[in-house]
């Protein structure tokens, strides 16, 4: 187990460094399936089984932008 190596601290800094998006990332797969996904009334209706940061950041964007 990892525990018996590393810290527990040190386990989830390594976590989410790697889980962090890098900036500039392309994000046009996720324009896409949000667009799919917004129904009628501009509600999104989007339900994954995937850890996606980038989500998180391009609804950011996209409530910025107006969109």
């Known amino acids: 187990m990892l ?11 390594a976590v989410a460094k790697s889980l962090k998006p890098k900036n500039g ?3 046009s797969a996720h324009r ?9 009334n501009g509600n999104v209706q989007l339900v994954t089984t995937n850890f996606d940061r980038l989500f ?12």
């Open 3 to 13: 525990e018996q190596d590393f810290s527990r601290k040190d386990i989830e800094a």
């Open 25 to 27: 990332a392309d994000t």
């Open 32 to 40: 896409i399936l949000v667009d799919l996904a917004t129904a009628p």
């Open 56 to 67: 998180v950041g391009f609804h950011a964007e996209l409530s910025r932008l107006g969109a």
